[in-house]
């Protein structure tokens, strides 16, 4: 009897090397920090329940963020903030042959305590409400690679906002030029820089990007961001 005969009952071929489920989840973290003292660690993690993730279809996404900053008031001097906040959005996402994109909708909650207080920065305190996000990847060519995030929420009508485009350095391993942009009710900044992406091991996945940024609080400055995934 063959071994192949005997996959009646399970179904799963035996006479070769198992075949790797499609991923269904991911984890995204992201450590931000920039030459004006402001430093950042989000988590990302995104769920397809009904279809896997090479396929179209339905999305659970779960977000948090903590930071710290400071800045110099005209008022009171230096003062020092930090930021906690946490989301949950559900969205679709479509699969292309060579391109996803997904948008989201939900509500998120942040909290941002400020000292001493500083009159003029209204961007404080708790606050609930709206968040829209979107995302996209794209490779044109085997060679480029153009991928874009951008979200929204109503507290505080705070805002994010990167473009990458990227030609291939080695197998799926993209670098090239960034721009991004952030921002609320009391500051706006603007970044340019450039990226690596697609640095992987095993499940992981890694990125980085660096470059220059202009915020209308503090002035110019470097940054700097360090991507990392894990698919299950």
């Given at each position: 009897?063959?071994?192949?005969?005997?996959?009646?009952?399970?179904?799963?071929?035996?006479?070769?090397?198992?075949?790797?489920?499609?991923?269904?989840?991911?984890?995204?973290?992201?450590?931000?920090?920039?030459?004006?003292?402001?430093?950042?660690?989000?988590?990302?993690?995104?769920?397809?329940?009904?279809?896997?993730?090479?396929?179209?279809?339905?999305?659970?996404?779960?977000?948090?963020?903590?930071?710290?900053?400071?800045?110099?008031?005209?008022?009171?001097?230096?003062?020092?903030?930090?930021?906690?906040?946490?989301?949950?959005?559900?969205?679709?996402?479509?699969?292309?042959?060579?391109?996803?994109?997904?948008?989201?909708?939900?509500?998120?909650?942040?909290?941002?305590?400020?000292?001493?207080?500083?009159?003029?920065?209204q961007a404080k305190g708790t606050s609930v409400g709206i968040k829209?996000?979107?995302?996209?990847?794209?490779?044109?060519?085997?060679?480029?690679?153009?991928?874009?995030?951008?979200?929204?929420?109503?507290?505080?009508?705070?805002?994010?906002?990167r473009l990458k485009f990227g030609m291939a350095f080695a197998d799926r391993i993209y670098v090239g030029p960034e721009v991004?942009?952030?921002?609320?009710?009391?500051?706006?900044?603007?970044?340019?820089?450039?990226?690596?992406?697609?640095?992987?091991?095993?499940?992981?996945?890694?990125?980085?990007?660096?470059?220059?940024?202009?915020?209308?609080?503090?002035?110019?400055?470097?940054?700097?961001?360090?991507?990392?995934?894990?698919?299950?």
């Amino acid at each position: 009897m063959s071994a192949r005969a005997a996959d009646w009952y399970t179904g799963v071929p035996t006479d070769g090397p198992p075949i790797p489920k499609a991923p269904r989840a991911t984890l995204d973290i992201a450590l931000d920090g920039t030459s004006q003292a402001a430093y950042s660690a989000a988590i990302i993690g995104t769920i397809a329940p009904f279809t896997p993730l090479d396929r179209s279809g339905f999305r659970v996404r779960g977000s948090g963020i903590v930071g710290t900053y400071t800045y110099e008031s005209t008022d009171v001097g230096k003062v020092n903030g930090n930021l906690t906040g946490g989301a949950l959005l559900m969205g679709y996402e479509w699969v292309f042959k060579r391109a996803t994109v997904s948008v989201y909708l939900g509500g998120e909650m942040v909290n941002t305590t400020i000292s001493p207080n500083d009159p003029n920065n209204q961007a404080k305190g708790t606050s609930v409400g709206i968040k829209v996000a979107t995302d996209f990847y794209v490779t044109p060519t085997k060679e480029t690679m153009i991928a874009g995030v951008f979200s929204y929420s109503s507290n505080f009508s705070s805002y994010y906002g990167r473009l990458k485009f990227g030609m291939a350095f080695a197998d799926r391993i993209y670098v090239g030029p960034e721009v991004g942009m952030l921002g609320d009710n009391f500051f706006q900044q603007w970044r340019v820089g450039g990226h690596v992406t697609g640095i992987r091991f095993g499940m992981l996945q890694f990125g980085a990007a660096m470059g220059f940024l202009n915020d209308r609080v503090r002035g110019g400055g470097l940054y700097g961001t360090v991507d990392t995934r894990v698919t299950f």
